[in-house]
């Protein structure tokens, strides 16, 4: 079928045909610009030859903005609570077309052009999303401080951690299969919405691709909904908080791998490079680095297992046979044991020293060459026990 084709959407009982298509609008108090932004998409609808229907999702306006969506024949879903977030999957919800393209109520976002978003649609793309840099921002829609910055490190982030297509991962105007991605199950309840969606489909295997679109200005006089610093600051920790590996695996692998091999370099006496000089406090150091990366790394696996249990993350074999295996927690209950056990040893070692100086004065040097690693050892053998059990506990829900 091509775009210029009528919808052969299934007709209801009343006659009328079933929509194929919902413009969902989040609205709260837009009544200078909901009307523009109905008439252009049911003009969009007229020109493209498809069955479509608004639905507006108001989060309780105040300003009349129901009464002129509902004027206009489209439907209006009251979703009490706030959030930008909050309405979309209220109106998603209610939506009854096949296919879901969702924009501002703002008239910032072109609704007479949802074409080209309709034919990817139809090519089989699950996630269709605007990219407002290829399609044009006119002067003053956006602050120069998310178009220089905001805007793309987060797009940035979000094609190096997930492998998205997106160069515009916070563009509100998208088009996406209904029932796939509610089956995502966003939880985002403000701006960071479209962001989730979009790191989820990319996690879940759904086809992502983007169009161009534009941007203009808000209307005069309304009061912008997005916070920079607050809306930035959850967007991001979203993007980290879905990619355990890059928050706790990458950071937590490099810290240890760099503290044993400080600590290894450094045992057998103090080292120089140049004129700077290395002795007992560094090595103290590299036995901090090692302690903080292994709990960096239990971290990631107790995020990463949650995740999955939860349904937050899509699944991992490899996680799964790690930590399903039968006898994962006795091993790691051994390995933390033993571990114990040599730092303990060491310590003995030290006190030993100590005693054959008569409890006086030590060579601290020599000593704390002893003291260190044996510190560092019980440590990490704790962590190894009440990470292997508190991961034997999260897994007692799956099994």
């Not at 009328?16 to 003009?43: D, F, H, W, Y």
Request: proline content about 5%; overall charge positive; glycine content about 12%.
């Amino acid at each position: 079928m091509t775009s210029a084709e009528p919808s052969l959407a299934p007709t209801a009982e009343n006659g009328q045909k079933e929509p194929e298509l919902s413009v969902v609008m989040p609205c709260l108090n837009e009544a200078r610009t909901i009307g523009v932004c109905i008439r252009k998409a049911q003009a969009s609808f007229e020109r493209i030859g498809i069955a479509g229907e608004v639905v507006v999702a108001d989060n309780g306006s105040t300003d009349g903005s129901q009464q002129i969506a509902e004027e206009l024949g489209a439907r209006v879903v009251p979703v009490a609570a706030r959030g930008y977030g909050s309405a979309l999957t209220g109106g998603i919800a209610a939506a009854r077309g096949r296919w879901v393209i969702m924009g501002d109520a703002d008239d910032s976002y072109d609704f007479a052009d949802l074409e080209p978003f309709v034919t990817r649609l139809r090519d089989g793309y699950d996630l269709v999303a605007g990219n407002r840099f290829k399609g044009g921002i006119r002067p003053g829609a956006m602050p120069w401080l998310h178009r220089r910055l905001g805007n793309p490190v987060l797009s940035f982030v979000g094609r190096r951690l997930y492998g998205t297509p997106c160069g515009d991962i916070y563009c509100g105007l998208r088009g996406f299969n209904r029932e796939k991605v509610a089956a995502l199950d966003i939880q985002s309840t403000g701006m960071e919405f479209a962001i989730e969606m979009i790191v989820k489909a990319s996690m879940s295997g759904l086809r992502v691709t983007e169009v161009p679109t534009t941007l203009s200005p808000d209307a005069e006089g309304r009061e912008p909904h997005l916070n920079t610093w607050r809306d930035g600051w959850r967007s991001i920790r979203l993007l980290l908080l879905y990619s355990p590996k890059w928050l706790f695996l990458y950071p937590g692998l490099f810290l240890l791998l760099a503290g044993i091999a400080g600590m290894a370099w450094l045992l057998p006496g103090d080292r120089s490079i140049g004129a700077v000089g290395f002795d007992v406090s560094t090595l103290l150091y590299f036995g901090l680095a090692v302690v903080v990366g292994l709990q960096a790394v239990f971290f990631f696996l107790t995020a990463r297992w949650f995740g999955i249990t939860e349904g937050l993350l899509p699944d991992d074999p490899r996680i799964r046979r790690l930590l399903e295996r039968r006898g994962t927690l006795e091993l790691g209950l051994a390995v933390g044991v033993f571990l114990v056990a040599g730092g303990l040893g060491l310590s003995f070692y030290a006190l030993a020293t100590w005693n054959q100086a008569g409890f006086g004065r030590l060579n601290y040097p020599h000593t704390l060459r002893i003291v260190i690693p044996g510190a560092t050892l019980i440590s990490c053998g704790m962590q190894t026990v009440l990470s292997a059990l508190f991961l034997s506990v999260l897994g007692l829900r799956r099994r």
